[in-house]
């Protein structure tokens, strides 16, 4: 394959419940810390929450910040962050040829609720209703901020996966590359859905939303007493570039993306179905030319709700049979989950792996489920390697929509 | 209201929907888009917020009355004149 047809990531921007640079979030999943803290939220009072303390005005005007939404506020400081650190000039870059491509697992509900709480303070009238909620609610709103604050004219749009949005917002940008639609793919995802209630409540009203004293301890994959999941706000966004413009620009490398592939369950509303998880992972291995043998670290998905991880577990189980050396991990019992940003942050927190080869763990596990045992799943502190050369992030969500992506050390 | 209590008003309004403004070299007698960044949004924004906080209705055909700070207080002065 020429360098023209090879993706790779070149820069990486983030802001997470535990750290909003990599370095900062790459130790904080090493040390153990997590970011899950008590949020009080419209009407339920105080909630479990992965909450992010980036600050909006490294990058935004108050003006913006107040006119646009928090996922777009979001949105813009890890792609200008991943901008900084790819090392671009992006002054020098013609904008028209920079596309920005964000998952998402919803958009609108925060701006929804706010205002259908503001005309309730007037009697509903909805003369109250604010002229903002249309542009802040329509769907491509955080790629949009994006290239209004950037001043990007390549395309924009999110791409609506569930919770499998981070890496089909990575999978999007390199497909762009590779169609030749742009130079540069500004891909990955966002969240802002701990601001709307309704997440919290819908969980709670299907059993799935986690409780626990210590917050810290909520986010429990994996471990026998898990009970739910721990919403998060996040974002997570990188710089993809064809290898040859990257290398000829002297460029440093994350990684090459050299397999993803997407599916759909077609089995059910919530419930994750182990087969499709298997074939869309081994659809990603075949397009990587890869076997699962090859494949050192592999991040999971589980999200600490009772069936769901059982049935990823039988998936990892399936195509990873007879892997010895291929290790598992969980980035969600540190920070809760994502949404939209969950993948995106998952694959970032394990790229530093191509250079130390330390596997993160996955912590709060106590009691291993035995429904949930995987060889080599690495719990409760890091796990030194050898050498890592593949990585396999793993992604699915609601409706049944799998992603899965390869990242390979270069 | 006096004159010069709608011009409050109005200012303080102004310094909410455009936070990064300095207001303090504001002319009253100038447009205000010729003094600060806002475009029709943010003057939809203070219509919006003249219904909130004062109960008063700006009709669409009368929006060219709020371009300047004067022309606000006077326009304004009717509406708010029993406040």
């Not at chain 1, 994006?146 to 390199?174: D, E, F, K, R, S």
């Not at chain 1, 670290?297 to 990892?316: K, N």
């Amino acid at each position: 394959m020429t360098n023209h047809r090879r993706i790779v990531i070149t820069g990486i921007g983030l802001t997470s419940p535990n750290g909003n640079t990599l370095a900062e979030y790459r130790a904080n999943l090493l040390k153990g810390v997590s970011g899950v803290v008590w949020f009080e939220t419209r009407y339920m009072g105080k909630v479990l929450a992965g909450v992010c303390n980036y600050d909006p005005l490294t990058y935004q005007l108050k003006k913006e910040v107040r006119r646009g939404t928090r996922a777009g506020s979001i949105a813009i400081y890890c792609a200008q962050e991943a901008m900084a650190d790819s090392t671009l000039r992006f002054a020098s870059l013609d904008k028209s040829r920079i596309g920005v491509y964000l998952g998402i697992t919803e958009h609108g509900n925060v701006e929804t609720e706010n205002e259908i709480y503001n005309i309730s303070q007037y009697g509903y009238d909805t003369k109250f209703w604010s002229h903002h909620h249309n542009p802040r609610t329509v769907a491509n709103s955080p790629a949009g901020e994006v290239t209004l604050n950037m001043g990007i004219t390549g395309p924009h749009y999110t791409i609506g996966a569930a919770c499998a949005a981070g890496n089909a917002g990575l999978i999007q940008g390199a497909q762009m590359l590779l169609l030749d639609e742009v130079d540069v793919a500004v891909a990955g995802g966002v969240s802002e859905s701990i601001h709307t209630f309704g997440i919290f409540a819908s969980f709670a009203s299907q059993g799935a939303l986690a409780s626990h004293a210590d917050p810290t301890k909520a986010s429990r994959p994996f471990d026998r007493d898990r009970n739910g999941i721990v919403c998060s706000e996040g974002g997570c966004v990188f710089i993809l570039e064809r290898l040859d413009h990257a290398e000829a620009r002297g460029a440093r490398i994350y990684g090459e993306i050299v397999g993803y592939h997407m599916n759909s369950d077609a089995s059910d509303f919530v419930l994750p179905n182990a087969q499709r998880h298997i074939e869309c992972m081994q659809a990603a291995l075949t397009r990587a030319g890869i076997a699962p043998q090859d494949v050192d670290i592999v991040s999971t998905h589980a999200t600490a709700t009772p069936l769901g991880d059982i049935q990823e577990c039988l998936a990892l189980r399936a195509v990873f049979a007879d892997c010895p050396t291929t290790y598992f991990n969980n980035t969600k019992s540190f920070i809760g989950h994502a949404m939209g940003a969950a993948g995106a942050l998952e694959l970032a927190g394990n790229l530093p792996s191509f250079d130390d080869g330390i596997v993160h763990q996955t912590i709060n596990v106590d009691h291993l489920d035995p429904q949930c045992e995987i060889p080599n799943i690495v719990l409760n502190s890091p796990r030194q390697l050898p050498r890592v050369d593949y990585i396999l992030n793993n992604s699915s969500g609601m409706l049944g929509i799998n992603s899965v992506v390869v990242v390979k050390r270069v | 209201m006096t004159n010069d209590q709608i011009k409050h008003a109005v200012l303080q309004i102004i310094s909410v929907i455009a936070p990064d403004e300095d207001l303090s070299r504001l002319k009253s007698d100038v447009a205000l888009r010729e003094q600060l960044e806002l475009d029709s949004m943010d003057f939809l924004d203070i219509v919006m917020e003249l219904r909130k906080r004062y109960k008063v209705e700006v009709p669409e055909a009368d929006y060219g009355h709020l371009a300047s700070l004067d022309s606000c207080a006077t326009y304004l002065a009717p509406k708010l004149k029993d406040l």
